[in-house]
C-alpha cells in the first residue's frame, strides 16, 4: 500500500514548474463559498491524494479526493499546501491559512530555553519526560477494524496545523468521539502530533500516514505535545 511505502514523503510530492506558474494565475477562492482548506496529502498516483476542507456551509470538516464536489465548487487539482476548485466562474485557488499563537510559541521558547540553562535542568528534565511516558496494549483486530476508514475518521475529527515560529512542527486533533481507539491509545482532544517511530511529523498533510502506521500493529511510538509538554506513547499492538 502506499502509506507502508512512503509514509511520511507524500507530502514531499511538489508541483513543477508548470503548474507553479499555473498557480500564480490563479484567484484565491471567494469567501462566500465557505471552504477553508485545513491540509492536504499528496501522492505520487492522483487518486490516492487527499484535502481536508472545513465546510462552513454544513459546519463539517471533510475529506475530498480530485473529482469530486464540495459545496458549489468541485476540486480538480490537490497540490501541498494548496487545492485548485473549478467554480462557476472558473478555476479558483485554496490555500491553507495559518494563523500562530505568539504567546505560546515565546511560552513554549521560554520553556526550552530555562531547560538548557544547566546540566541538572537537563537531567530534572529527562526524569519528567520518562515519567510522562505510558505504554499501552491493544488487540490488532480491534485497531485494524477501527482505524479501517482513514477517511471517514478525519471527518470525525478536526485535524489543523501547529506552527512554531514560522515552522510547521505538526497537527493538532480535536473532537476524537468518546468511544474511538484512538481514546484508547492515549490520545485526547488538543493532543499535537509531532512524531511516530522516530519520524518528524510537519503537518496534517500527514495524517491519513500517521493513522495508516497506527492501524499496521506492532510496536509504535507515538510523540506529542499537551499542554506545551512533550509526551511519549509506546503502544504495542498484537
Known sequence: ???QDNLFNTGTVKPDSAEKIALATLAPAKKGLGLKLVGTVVADDPRMSRAIIDNRSIRKQEVY???ENAGKAKIK??????????????????????????KSFLAERSQYIGSRSSSAQQSAE???????????SL?????ADSLADIDGLM????????MQGEQDSGFRITNIPRDSVLRRMGLRSRDVIVGIDGETITG?????GFFQRLAGGGEVTIKLKRRRRTRQIKLNIE
Open 155 to 162: 471527518q470525525q475529527m478536526s485535524v489543523t496545523p501547529y
Open 139 to 143: 488487540k490488532r483486530e480491534e485497531v
Open 204 to 208: 496534517p498533510d500527514q495524517a491519513a
Open 1 to 3: 500500500m502506499l502509506w
Open 126 to 136: 529527562t526524569r519528567r519526560q520518562r515519567a510522562r511516558a505510558s505504554s499501552i
Open 77 to 102: 487539482k490537490i497540490l501541498r499546501n494548496n487545492v485548485v476548485i473549478t467554480t462557476a466562474d472558473g478555476d479558483e485557488l485554496l490555500t491553507i491559512e495559518i494563523k500562530e499563537s505568539r
Open 65 to 67: 479526493r480530485e473529482g
